[in-house]
T-cell receptor
Framework: KNQVEQSPQSLIILEGKNCTLQ??????????LRWYKQDTGRGPVSLTI?????NTKSNGRYTATLDADTKQSSLHITASQLSDSASYIC????????????FGPGTRLSVLP | EPEVTQTPSHQVTQMGQEVILRCVPI?????FYWYRQILGQKVEFLVS????????KSEIFDDQFSVERPDGSNFTLKIRSTKLEDSAMYFC?????????????FGPGTRLTVL
């Protein structure tokens, strides 16, 4: 079964600190892997998109990595800000498959002053 | 900056009633999507739409759901006979190109409450 798992479920850090969120997937074959930020009660906002052949992709303070061999991805947030408090969702886009998008459950990040 | 808009922001309906959720995608985008998120759970894909027809749909998108692009700007999701378990946040999204390459832009969502 195609699944995306994320860890930790929730994380609390202090403003200015770095953190890394993990995503493990069993989806195969896939087209690309995405990380989204979702503020409470809002729609997800795209952070990064990586194809299966890419190892890393950066977007400002966000850096995503992908290891297709171990089927793992990570999202690293540098110098966290209070506005980074949100859920971070890993999504895998399937190739030519009926259920095209497989969402992870998200990691809830809280950044404290 | 262009954005996806959705109306209404909150819809309350009685079980068995029909509801139509409306979305206005970004104007030059070609691909449109509906997702739902039950409170406290993960986002789930419902359907993707391209060139005036459904391109992909999930197991959730059964016969009680339908989508339509009635004119050049709106994209709608209809639930024919709502059930209690349809209560969720429904997100519309659009992208300029297909899901294998392009960023999807999500709307703010419509919270559907079925009583």
């Amino acid at each position: 079964k195609n699944q995306v798992e994320q860890s930790p479920q929730s994380l609390i850090i202090l403003e200015g600190k770095n953190c890394t969120l993990q995503c493990n997937y069993t989806v195969s074959p896939f087209s690309n892997l995405r990380w989204y930020k979702q503020d409470t009660g809002r729609g997800p906002v795209s952070l990064t998109i990586m194809t299966f052949s890419e190892n890393t992709k950066s977007n400002g303070r966000y850096t995503a990595t992908l290891d297709a061999d171990t089927k793992q991805s990570s999202l690293h947030i540098t110098a966290s800000q209070l506005s980074d408090s949100a859920s971070y969702i890993c999504v895998v886009i399937l190739v030519n498959y009926g259920q095209n998008f497989v969402f992870g459950p998200g990691t809830r990040l809280s950044v404290l002053p | 900056e262009p954005e996806v808009t959705q109306t209404p922001s909150h819809q309350v309906t009685q079980m068995g009633q029909e509801v139509i959720l409306r979305c206005v995608p970004i104007s030059n985008h070609l691909y449109f999507y509906w997702y739902r998120q039950i409170l406290g759970q993960k986002v789930e894909f419902l359907v993707s739409f391209y060139n005036n027809e459904i391109s992909e749909k999930s197991e959730i998108f059964d016969d009680q759901f339908s989508v339509e692009r009635p004119d050049g700007s709106n994209f709608t999701l209809k639930i024919r006979s709502t059930k209690l378990e349809d209560s969720a946040m429904y997100f519309c999204a659009s992208s300029p190109g297909g899901p294998s390459t392009d960023t999807q832009y999500f709307g703010p969502g419509t919270r559907l409450t079925v009583l």
